[in-house]
Structure formats: C-alpha cells, structure tokens
C-alpha cells in the first residue's frame, strides 16, 4: 500500500490571472507570464492567505527554506513580481507594503482544489527567444518603442544610438518584447558587452541563435543558417567592437533577406541601409522653481526618480516640497536614466535635499573632462560619486566583481572576491548594498538570481581595479575559479541532463575565454596551459570545436613548453588531431598529431589514452579511404583492450567493421557491426575523454544499414536506420545526429528508392551541418544530393559540382570520393560528354581497386553500363559486358542487392534487342533469394519485369 498523496492541483484567480503553484504557472489572460520560481513561490504564500500580512521573514523561510539569504533578495524578487502583476499605468497594486512588518496581497482571490487548466498550457511552449526577464517599469520611453517598432517595418536594421547609460538597452529589448510571436523564427538577444576579441562576434551571434560554434569560418555559416529563416536579432552593445559588428551585420543582411537587426550603440553602424534612431536623454522641467508634484510628475525623468525612490525607501512619498528639488536634480542629471537610478538609490542616505548638495559637489570635482562627450562626463561623474559613497569593503568587492565577462552566481562572486579581509558574509552583504544602489543588476533566471555589472559600471571599475595595482591578482582569482569551473562542468556531465547542463555551464564560455586569454598574454602561462588541458572536455560539450582547435594549438607553442608536462602534451596533440579531424577534414596534420600523442602516451603506459589516440588514427583512416590501415589500428586496440576495456573493443569493432565493408567482406562486417549495436544507448560521452568523438555505437548502426541493404535486407536496412535516427535524436549531439541523417538515413532512403524520403532527411541534413557549423559534413552531404538529381532526372551544375570534388578531394576525405567522382561521370556524360563521363567512372573504378575498397564497384559499373547504353546505342554490347562483370562482383562478395540492381539492368538491355533467356534466368534467380523488402523500389522495378518476362 503507498504512503504517497496524490499531487495537490490548486489554482488561484485573481483579476486577469491564473496562478497554478504545482505546475510553477502564472497566466494572464491565457497567456504564460515570464517569471522567476522565487517570485511564484513569494506570489503563492502571499495569495494563499489574502488581506493578511505576511511577515519578511516568513516569506524568506519559505522561499529559501534551507539557505540564509539577505533582505536584498527578497526585494528583488518582489520587484520582479510586481513588475509582472501590473496590467497598466491606473491599476491598483496587487501588493501592498506594510513598513516594518511585511507585504499583503489586497486583491480578490478565487481558490479552487484542482484548478482548470487550457489545452494550450498543456504543452510547453516552444523557445522562441532569449529575451531576459524585465524586472523594473520602462518609464517614459513609449514613444521611442513605438517609432523604432514602426521603423523596424521599414527598414532591416534600425540603430538605436545613444550615450552611455541612455537607456538604449532598455528600449530595444522592449521593442523586441513586442515583436515576440511576430516573427516565425524568433527573436534572439546577442549581448557583445562581454566580448573583447572582435574575432569573436560571429561566435556569440552563433551562440544566441543556438547555432553551435564548429567551424572556421563561423560567419560564413551563419549566412547560410540564416539565409532562409525569418528572425529579429538584437545586437547589444556594439560600440566597443564596432568594426567587427557592423561587417558581421552587414554580411548577414546582405546572406539573409528574412533577418532584421535592431542595433544599440554609442555611434552608428554606418552599414548600409542602417536607420539611426539617436535616443535623447529623458525629458526634464526646464524650470523647477515653484514646481508642483503633479506637474513634475507629466516628466519622465522626475517620473523614473520616483519609482526607483520608492522602491529603495518604502516610507518615501513625493510632494510639494520635493519637486523642485527631484526636478533640479534630473535636469542636472541630463536626463540620463542609469544616472538618475543611481542618485535614487542614495535617497534613504540622504534624504532629497542633501542628495542635491553632494551631486553638486560631485560635478565641480569632474569639471575638467572638457574633451569627451557632455553625456560621458555626466555618466563618469555619476558612477565616480556612486562608487566614493561606496563603504570600503563595497568599493573592493565592486571592483573584484568586475572581473566576471557576464552574468555570475552568489556562490561564484563570494569564491572570487571574499578573501582575508573581506569573508563570505561581506561579499554577500555587498552584493546586496551593490543591487541596491544599481551598481549591479540581479536577473532571474529559471529558480536563481545571477548577477551582472553594467558594462559602463564593468569598465569604470576595471579601470579602479588597475589602479589600485589589484588587477593581476583578480585576473589570477578569477583565472583559477574558471579551472574550478571547467572541473565541475565535467563532473556533471552526466549528473545533468544535456540541456540542464547547457544552460547552466554554458553561458560562462566567455569568462572562461577571458581567462585563458589572460593567462596567456600575462605572467600566468603555467596556469594558462593548465586551464586548457582542463578545459577541453568543456570545449567539447558546448561544441566549440574550432575554438578549442585554436586554445590547444597556442599551450601547444614552444614557448610554453616548459609549462607543459608530457601527459599535457598528450592531451593537447590527441584534441588537436580530433578537432582538426572535425572541422578541417582529415589533413596530415590530424595524424601527425594523433601519431605524437600515441608515442607520448605508450611512453607514459597510459592505457587508456592510447586507445583514444588509436581510436583517432582508425577513423582518420577510414576518412582517407584506407580500410587497411583502419582494420590494423583496430587490431592494435583489440591487442591492449584484452588488458581489460570493453568500450574499446566496442570502438574497434565499429571502426574494423566498417572498413570491412568498404573491402567487401561483408559477413565479416555485419558480425562486428551487431556485436556493438547490441550495447546499451548512452546519451553522453565519456567526461574524461580527450577527443572530440561521436558515439561509435550509433556510427556502428548506420554501416549495419547499408551492409544489411547489400545483403539483401532492405526492411532490416531500414529499421536499424530509424533506430539510428531517433538514438542520434535523443542524444543532443550535433555531429551524432549529422551521422545519422546524412551517413544512414539518406543513403538507405536513396537504396530503396524512397526519393522524397531522401530529399527530406537530405535537406534536414544539410540544415543540421549549417547549424552546427560542420562544414566538412555539408560537404560530404553533397555526393547524396548529386545522386538524388540524377535518380530524379535533374540537371546538374557541373562546375559547382567539380569545386565539390576538388574541396573533398584536397580535404583528404577519400572514403566516398569514388562514389561521388562517378556520379560526376553519370553527369557529365548526360550532358554530352559520354568519352569525359566515361573517362570518370573508370578512374573511380581504379582508385577503388587500387585500395581495395570494392564494395561499390558493382554499382560504379552497372552505371557505366547505363551511360553507355542510354548515350551510345551502338555500344550495347559494351554496356552488357558491364553489367554481367558488375553480377559477377556482387555474387563473390554475396552483394545480393547490386546483383538484382544490374540484373534488371541486364534484362532492359536485352529486351531492347529482342529479349535473353540467361538475362532473365538471372533476374528470377536474384529476386528468389530475397526474403524480404517487396514493397522497396529495386524489388518492386523486378517483379514488374518478371512478371512480363519475354520467352523465346
């Protein structure tokens, strides 16, 4: 009998709003709102008792049942709730403050036990942005969001120009609010305020967009990601690499005619077709003697004063006598919302009257800056002042803070600022002051609140950092909080569930960049080349595979050597050649260093890593076309694997077996291919791996497809390729799912002569490699595509097609470079050049002989014969020659589906002349010893002529 209750389903109406607290839901008018868990849970203790109060620490016991937190945090997520709950500028608040004691909801409330819920909340909503939560009011901007939404309409990029701390941010991601569910492809937040390499801006477009970062030109493969898809893309903060984000837009405007760009800077783009929208500070009284609180009020400035006052002193309330004051000071302030939420937060310090006399005093002392923009002067007197109010403490944890590229965790702020001086409580106790006084922002994210510095406030304090000679030590701190980073990301691969571990580990890749980059061009290369070996098997989960190419090869320069042990060196040459591998194709360079990394690591007798780095050389020569060497490299693994690892005779297996079925021996194959597919599915790779490596269980899956298709089982073919497919799906791996679609699905779909299904999982493919940058995928994606168009009887591009031959040619990617010359051949001789198409054909034929790889010789000859029949009537002997060769080589490799394919071939060739009783004893014989795959196209084409067989 169970002990477990059922699941409560309560649900709580009130206004417009629906809140179902077991399913962490709050709807308004049908429509999900965007909110933080804290906030919900705070919403329901609250509603779950209405008209009462609920005292501070009853709601923080509740929210943060198990952890000590400060009065801050509660705050903030208050904030962000009532943010949420407001329906318009006249409605009541739905929470009231009771000074000193805690908050009551005054609002009506409908409870019910099992709430009703709409079949649209049923299914999750799918992501279509990436837009953070607004935790405070836009005050005074309205008119600005609505010209640049109408200037969005006509045009494809709109700047949004303006000095710092202007609000530009403010007004682009309220605009893009707005466009949300507008746009078929989404709306997606690129924030460069973290970048410093210019280089890098495609990578962080890449990152927004979810496009993983695989390749080496990642700009020219989001021109091609982008090119057929219909999105906004907001680009925040341009102005610091400026040069690098207007070519970077430029390019995609002119790849992509569905994309539109919204653009904050503090200058413009000057790309073509920008449309600049300068934003002017907000508007202030001209006059403020005798000014009275309600016409203060109608200003936007005085407007946003209060708000945040309010919100800073609860007590605070805005008359008369405060209006000439609050207005004097907004003029001062130029209007500037950044500045004015920072003198707001002084209120409860000051009072309204002193805070005039210290920001008075503040500007005399910054009189001198005549030589940049009045707006700058304003905002740098305004975070100085701000920051000498600052305690001591606050000021060295401000400034410690500031080391972090992006957001942070409570957690990662106290391991990199709370040293001696300043413990864990004051760090904790500073944040909190810093949120305040809008020094930093707190953004909800899911169920936790992290932290990020404005990049305006990041830059002024990094700059007091230096200053006081306390930067080399941060970056060291920070540095080795990122190597502590990288070790927990690892551990909790497969604690986590890939996409939980994405959106927890993923967004610190830029600090992560910083500190390697730092470590590197500092005094701490030993901790550089320490952080990079660490951090490879990060590299790897994010999928930054060409960033991690370039990380290893600069630990990697003589320089460093010294810093280097011999097992970094194994680790360094073993990723090198995968990530090369990946990317580049397979070059010497990828065995070079795979080969060094073997020597290093039989010389250190590590068992295990000498199995990756021949599990590397296996596949890079299974690339190069050398079955061979890839089945004596298996040996070797099977050899050391004797000494006790499974999963590596598992690899070999899959690597041997598929090098024997490019050598034809096709039983031999089949029995290593089954023995691997049989294991269990794993979703993760190993942490601890060095390489690159997709799952050679579902590699082992897509050769068992073609070789049980060969052999005459093409609904067996088709099943271990859908099961291929959704093994690869479930998995989350960008090069697992390539595999499975353009290496399994499609290559059986075209064996069976499913062409529609083909093209789809062709296209899908092509759209995945694009995605995920894996160019060297894209084009070996193109063979399949060429064969389609001649299956279908499209014309080809011949020149385009022989640039492809060349790049896979150069790229030493040999293993199906036969297979595509000869669909060149078939092409080439249809459009006139039998003699040049023929020419083709033969010399695949010979490379393909010349390896031993001659598992598709048959299929390269039955084609020839059909070029020579269709373009060259007289030569219909020739063609019969070889289609009989091409029967003789598939029986001896018991190739049961090539040899029907050349039987019918054999058989129209025949009839053509008057019919041939041996030709037609060859079909029946072939079609007889099929046991299955009727209703697939070869089959059904002989069965046809079968049953119409011409007797003589």
Not at 19 to 45: F, K
């Amino acid at each position: 009998m169970s002990d477990i209750a059922p699941r409560i389903s309560r649900s709580f109406v009130f206004g417009p709003f629906l809140l179902l607290p077991e399913r962490q839901l709050l709807m308004r008018d049908g429509i999900p709102v965007r909110i933080g868990g804290r906030a919900l849970d705070i919403l329901t203790l609250l509603v779950e008792r209405p008209g009462e109060v609920v005292g501070k620490r009853e709601l923080m016991s509740r929210v943060w049942p198990d952890t000590i937190v400060e009065e801050g945090n509660l705050k903030v997520n208050m904030a962000a709730l009532r943010r949420a709950l407001e329906v318009g500028p006249d409605t009541a608040q739905y929470i009231a403050t009771v000074v000193g004691r805690g908050y009551r909801f005054t609002a009506p409330v409908q409870y019910s036990g099992s709430g009703p819920l709409s079949p649209d909340t049923e299914a999750s909503t799918p992501r279509n942005h990436n837009l953070p939560t607004a935790t405070t009011r836009i005050i005074g901007r309205q008119d600005a969001i609505n010209a640049t939404l109408k200037e969005l309409q006509e045009a494809r990029i709109v700047s949004i120009v303006g000095a710092g701390g202007i609000g530009k941010t403010t007004v682009a991601l309220a605009v893009a609010e707005q466009i949300v569910g507008s746009t078929r492809d989404g709306v997606w937040l690129v924030d460069l305020s973290p970048l410093k390499d210019p280089a890098l801006v495609p990578n962080a477009i890449a990152t927004a967009i979810g496009l993983a970062a695989h390749s080496a030109n990642m700009l020219a493969a989001l021109g091609e990601f982008l090119r057929d898809r219909e999105m906004l893309l907001v680009f925040d903060s341009c102005e610091h690499i400026i040069e690098s984000a207007a070519a970077s837009i430029d390019r995609i405007l002119t790849d992509a005619p569905g994309i539109r760009i919204l653009a904050t800077s503090r200058e413009p783009l000057r790309v073509k077709g920008e449309r600049v929208r300068r934003l002017p500070g907000l508007a202030t009284p001209s006059e403020t003697r005798e000014l009275k609180a309600e016409t203060a009020l109608a200003f936007p400035a005085v407007q946003l004063f209060v708000d945040r006052a309010t919100d800073r002193l609860e007590s605070f309330n805005f008359g008369d006598a405060d209006a000439p004051i609050v207005a004097e000071i907004c003029r001062k302030l130029d209007g500037l919302a950044l500045a004015i939420e920072l003198a707001a937060t002084r209120i409860d310090a000051f009072g309204i009257a002193e805070l005039l006399k210290q920001l008075n005093d503040r500007f005399r002392l910054l009189q001198g800056h005549r030589g940049s923009i009045e707006r700058h002067r304003t905002l740098t007197a305004t975070i100085d002042w701000s920051y000498d109010l600052l305690s001591d403490n606050e000021r060295a944890i401000m400034r410690r803070l500031a080391i972090f590229a992006g957001l942070f965790s409570l957690d990662s702020a106290c391991t990199v600022a709370a040293d001696a001086l300043i413990d864990r409580a004051l760090v904790i106790n500073g944040i909190a002051s810093l949120v305040a006084k809008s020094l930093l922002t707190a953004e909800v994210q899911d169920m936790e609140v992290e932290y990020r510095m404005l990049d305006t406030t990041r830059t002024y304090a990094l700059e007091k950092l230096e200053a006081n000679h306390e930067l080399g030590h941060a970056r060291q701190r920070h540095a080795e909080y990122c190597l502590e980073l990288v070790g927990l990301a690892k551990a909790d691969v497969d604690r986590l569930p890939r996409i939980e571990w994405l959106a927890r580990y993923g967004p610190k890749t830029d600090d992560i960049r910083d500190a390697m980059r730092w470590a590197f061009t500092g005094s701490a290369t030993a901790l550089g080349v320490r952080l990079t070996v660490a951090a490879i098997p990060f590299g790897k989960q994010v999928s930054l595979v060409e960033e991690c190419r370039t990380a290893v090869e600069r630990a990697l320069d003589d320089r460093f050597r010294e810093h280097r042990s011999l097992r970094d060196d194994l680790i360094l040459n073993l990723t090198l050649g995968a990530t090369l591998l990946h990317t580049r194709g397979p070059l010497v360079q990828v065995k070079v260093s795979l080969c060094r990394a073997l020597e290093i690591a039989e010389a250190l007798g590590d068992t295990d890593l000498q199995l990756d780095c021949l599990r590397g050389l296996s596949e890079y020569e299974l690339w190069t076309g050398d079955s061979h060497a890839a089945i004596a490299l298996a040996e070797r693994i099977y050899a050391i694997s004797d000494k006790g690892d499974g999963a590596a005779s598992a690899d070999a297996d899959a690597q041997a077996g598929s090098a024997l079925s490019w050598l034809g021996a096709l039983a031999a194959s089949r029995h290593r291919l089954e023995s691997i597919v049989r294991q269990p599915v794993s979703h993760n790779l190993r942490p601890d791996a060095a390489r690159f490596e997709f799952d050679q269980r579902l590699t082992a899956r897509g050769s068992l497809a073609t070789v049980l298709w060969l052999q005459g089982f093409p609904d067996q073919a088709l099943a271990v390729a859908r099961r291929q497919l959704q093994e690869a799906e479930a998995s989350n791996y960008a090069v697992s799912l390539c595999y499975a679609l353009l290496h399994g699905s499609v290559i059986v779909a075209l064996y069976v002569r499913d062409y529609e299904a083909a093209h789809q999982y062709l296209e899908r493919g092509v759209e995945h490699a694009t995605k995920h940058g894996l160019t060297i995928w894209r084009a070996m994606a193109v063979g399949p595509r060429y064969r389609l168009n001649l299956y279908t009887n499209r014309r080809i591009d011949l020149s385009a097609f022989r640039e492809t031959l060349a790049e896979v040619r150069e790229g030493g990617f040999r293993m199906r470079y036969p297979n595509y010359l000869t669909n060149y051949g078939e092409a080439v001789a249809r459009q006139g050049d039998i003699e040049g198409g023929l020419a083709c054909i033969d010399e695949a034929i010979a490379v393909s002989e010349s390896r031993g790889q001659v598992v598709g010789i048959p299929e390269m000859l039955r084609i020839k014969g059909n070029v020579i029949r269709f373009q060259d009537p007289a030569g219909r002997d020739k063609a019969a020659d070889c289609y009989l060769r091409s029967i003789e080589l598939a029986r001896r490799d018991a190739a049961l589906s090539w040899e029907l394919r050349s039987a019918i071939s054999l058989v129209k060739l025949w009839r053509e002349k008057g019919g041939n009783d041996e030709a037609e004893d060859m079909l029946a014989s072939a079609y007889d010893r099929f046991q299955e795959g009727f209703s697939t196209g070869d089959l059904r084409r002989a069965r046809a002529l079968i049953d119409t067989r011409m007797v003589r």
